[in-house]
C-alpha cells in the first residue's frame, strides 16, 4: 500500500473522530436499525425455531406411502439417495412372537429396510453396520422385559434375536413400542414406505412420491403423516413469510439513505480533497473507512444491545436465535458498507468546481 | 524537470451545449515564476479560466499544454497532475471546518503522498510564512475569514506546486487585511511557482507582473 493510501486512510479516520456528531448520529443510526432487526429476530425466532423443532420431531416432515399389493421394499430404500429425502424405509407385519422370559405375553414383530429406524425415531444412530438378523427393540417393549442392546432374546419357536438398539418410536410409530423390530433386506414387498423430507422438499415431496411409486394401474396412495388438523400452524411458512427476513433490506437502504445525505452536506469537503488532486477511486475508499468502522461497531453494539434487552425481559437466548439474529443484521450491515459508500461517493461526480462553490 | 509552462490554445467553454460560450478561443502562456491577475466584471468568465487552467473542470474545446505537452481532457491521470503541479486558493475559503489550520495546510501534501509528520512540517513552515503559525492548533472553523485565507495559501504555499491559482482570494476581506494576504501569497511563494489570481482590485494587480482582462469570455493582455 502507498504511503498516500495509507495516510488518506488516516485522514479518513481523523475526519470522523473530527466530526464527531455527525459520525455519532451516523453511528446511533445504524446502530438502531441493526439492533431493530437482531431484537426482532430474537423475539420471534426461539418461539418459531421451538416450534419448527417440536414440528419435526412430531414427523411434520413425513409421508406415507402404500400401494395395492404391497410396495417394493427396493424402491423404498433407493429414496435415501434422492436430494431432500432425509430418510425412507419400509415396514411389514411379521406376526407375532412369544419370549421365553415373559411366556403367554404376545409381542407384535415388524420386517423393516435398513433406513426406516432413522425415520421411525430421528435421535437413533445405528450401532453397528445393520445386515439382516439385526434385531431392534421398542423403548416400551425394552421397558417391560428390561431389555438392552448386545442381549440375546430367546423367541418361543423361533431363533433367538440378537438385540442391538433401542428405539424410541413414541412420536412417529407408538403401535411400534412394544414390538421386535428385525432390519430385512431390502427385496420383496414392504406394506408402506415412510419418507422424511427436508422443510424445503416437503411441500413437493407427495408428487414425487406418486411419480415414483406410479405403475400405470395400481397407483400409491400418498398420506402425511401428520393428521390435518394437529397443528393448525406451519413453522416453515412462518419462518419463511417473518417480516425482518426481508425487511433488512429496508433497513438498510435506509441506512444509506442518512449516508447519502450526510454525504451530500459535506460535498465541499469531499470537493475539496478532489480538487487537490485525491483519485475519486481514494475518495470512495475513504468514505468506505468510515462506514466500515461505524458500520462494524454499529453491529456489534446493536446486537449486543438487542441480546441484553431479550435477557432483561425474562426470554431465554438460544443458539438459534442468535444465529438468526447476527445473520439478519449482518446482511443489513454489509449492504451498508458496499453500497453506501459506492452511492455516496456518487455526492462528488461531476464538476469539482460547483461541489466547491456550495458551502 | 523541464521548465514549467501552461497554455491554453482556443479554449472554449460553454455549461451546456446549448447553453452560450463563458469562453471563447482564449489563448494565453503562463511560464514558470510569473504573478498574473484576471482583472473582469463579475459573470466574465475569471472562475471558469481558472478552473479549466487548474484541471478541474474540462473545456468544451480547445487544448491545454502543460510543460509543452498536450493534457487529455479527463481520465485519472489527471489527479495525480492536480496533486503534483497545482495549489488552489479559492473564492469562499475552503477548509476542512473541524480540522486543525495545520491538518488543513498539510492536506496539499498529504494528498500527493507525503507522509504525515513531512507533511505536518512543511505545512508549519508555511503557517509561519504566512504569519498564523499561532493559530496552528485551532480548528479551521474558529478562524476569522482573513486568517483562514492565510491558512489556505499555506497549504497551497506549502506543496510547492508548480501553479498557485487564487480566485478572489481577498474578495470577502476588507482592503487593509486584502494587501497583507496578497503580499503573504505573492511573497512567499516558492522559487519557480506562478501565481495566477483573480481579483477585482487594481492595487492588488499592481503587485503582479502581468494583468490579463477577461471580458465576455475573450482574454487580452493589459499593462499592469
Ligand atoms: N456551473 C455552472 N453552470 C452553468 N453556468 C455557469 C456555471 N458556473 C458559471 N456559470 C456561468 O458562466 C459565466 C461566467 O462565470 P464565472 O466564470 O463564475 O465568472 P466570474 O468568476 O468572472 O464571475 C456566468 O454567466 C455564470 O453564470
Ligand atoms: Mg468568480
Known amino acids: 500500500m502507498s504511503w498516500r493510501v495509507r495516510t488518506l486512510a488516516a485522514d479518513a479516520i481523523l475526519n470522523m473522530t473530527a466530526n464527531g ?21 430474537l423475539r420471534q425466532a426461539d418461539d418459531l425455531l421451538s416450534f419448527e423443532s417440536d414440528y419435526r420431531a412430531a414427523g411434520g416432515y413425513v409421508a406415507i406411502v402404500a400401494q395395492q399389493g404391497g410396495i417394493s421394499a427396493a424402491r423404498c430404500e433407493q429414496l435415501n439417495a434422492v436430494p431432500g429425502v432425509v430418510a425412507a424405509g419400509g415396514d411389514r407385519g411379521k406376526g407375532q412372537a412369544t419370549f421365553t422370559m415373559a411366556p403367554g405375553v404376545l409381542y407384535q414383530q415388524y420386517g423393516v429396510t ?9 435421535a437413533y444412530v445405528p450401532a453397528a453396520p445393520q445386515n439382516a438378523a439385526t434385531f431392534l427393540s421398542g423403548r416400551a417393549l425394552a421397558d417391560e422385559l428390561a431389555l438392552r442392546p448386545g442381549l440375546l432374546l430367546a423367541r418361543v419357536g423361533g431363533p433367538p434375536a440378537r438385540l442391538t438398539g433401542v428405539l424410541d418410536v413414541n412420536q412417529r410409530a407408538p403401535q411400534a413400542g412394544r414390538s421386535l423390530l428385525e432390519v430385512i433386506p431390502p427385496s420383496g414387498m414392504v406394506d408402506e414406505c415412510w419418507v422424511e423430507f427436508t422443510p424445503e422438499a416437503y411441500p413437493g415431496g407427495a ?40 425487511g433488512w433490506i429496508a433497513g438498510a437502504a435506509l441506512i444509506v439513505g442518512v449516508l447519502l445525505l450526510t454525504a451530500w452536506f459535506r460535498r465541499a469537503d469531499l470537493g475539496l480533497y478532489l480538487a487537490l488532486g485525491t483519485p475519486r477511486s481514494l475518495l470512495t475508499l475513504m468514505l468506505a473507512i468510515e462506514t466500515w468502522l461505524l458500520a462494524l461497531a454499529a453491529w456489534a453494539v446493536g446486537v449486543l444491545w438487542a441480546l441484553a434487552i431479550q435477557r432483561a425481559s425474562g426470554n431465554a437466548l438460544t443458539w438459534g436465535g442468535i444465529h438468526l439474529a447476527a445473520v439478519t443484521s449482518a446482511c443489513a450491515a454489509l449492504s451498508v458498507v458496499i453500497v453506501g459508500p459506492l452511492l455516496s461517493s456518487l455526492v462528488a461526480r461531476g464538476n469539482i468546481a460547483a461541489l466547491l462553490k456550495d458551502r | 524537470m523541464s521548465i514549467a509552462s501552461l497554455a491554453l490554445r482556443d479554449v472554449t467553454h460553454r455549461y451546456s451545449e446549448s447553453g452560450p460560450a463563458v469562453l471563447s478561443d482564449v489563448t494565453l ?10 482583472m473582469g466584471p463579475s459573470g466574465s468568465g475569471k472562475t471558469t ?59 496539499g501534501l498529504l494528498v500527493r503522498g507525503e507522509t504525515r509528520a513531512g507533511a505536518r512540517e512543511a505545512a508549519a513552515a508555511a503557517l509561519d510564512a504566512v504569519g ?33 491559482l487564487a480566485d478572489e482570494p481577498t474578495g470577502q476581506l476588507d482592503h487593509a487585511t486584502t494587501l497583507d494576504v496578497t503580499a503573504a501569497l505573492l511573497r512567499n511563494r516558492p522559487e519557480g511557482t506562478a501565481v495566477i489570481l483573480a481579483t477585482h482590485d487594481a492595487e492588488v494587480a499592481r503587485q503582479c507582473d502581468r494583468l490579463i482582462r477577461v471580458i465576455d469570455g475573450h482574454v487580452e493582455e493589459a499593462a499592469p
Open chain 1, 21 to 41: 456528531a455527525r459520525s455519532f448520529i451516523v453511528f446511533a443510526a445504524m446502530a438502531v436499525v441493526f439492533g431493530g432487526l437482531a431484537f426482532l429476530e
Open chain 1, 114 to 122: 435398513r433406513d426406516l429406524p432413522r425415520v421411525w425415531d430421528p
Open chain 1, 207 to 246: 408428487d414425487m412420491l406418486a411419480a415414483a411409486f406410479a405403475t400405470g394401474d395400481n397407483d400409491p396412495t400418498v398420506r402425511p403423516f401428520t393428521a390435518q388438523d394437529q397443528f393448525t400452524r406451519n413453522p416453515s411458512k412462518e419462518l419463511a413469510s417473518r417480516p425482518q427476513r426481508n
Open chain 2, 29 to 38: 502562456r503562463i511560464e514558470a515564476s510569473e504573478t498574473v491577475a484576471l
Open chain 2, 49 to 107: 479560466l481558472l478552473t479549466i487552467l487548474g484541471l478541474l473542470i474540462a473545456p468544451s474545446g480547445g487544448v491545454i499544454e502543460l510543460d509543452g505537452a498536450r493534457l487529455p481532457h479527463g481520465g485519472s491521470s489527471l489527479a495525480r497532475i492536480r496533486a503534483e503541479r497545482f495549489g488552489w486558493v479559492f473564492q469562499t475559503a475552503n477548509a476542512l471546518p473541524r480540522r486543525t489550520a495545520l491538518d488543513n495546510a498539510a492536506l
Open chain 2, 132 to 164: 498564523v503559525a499561532g493559530l496552528a492548533q485551532k480548528e479551521a472553523r474558529q478562524l476569522s475569514g482573513g486568517e483562514l485565507q492565510r491558512v489556505c495559501i499555506a497549504r497551497a504555499l506549502a506543496a510547492r506546486p508548480s501553479f498557485i
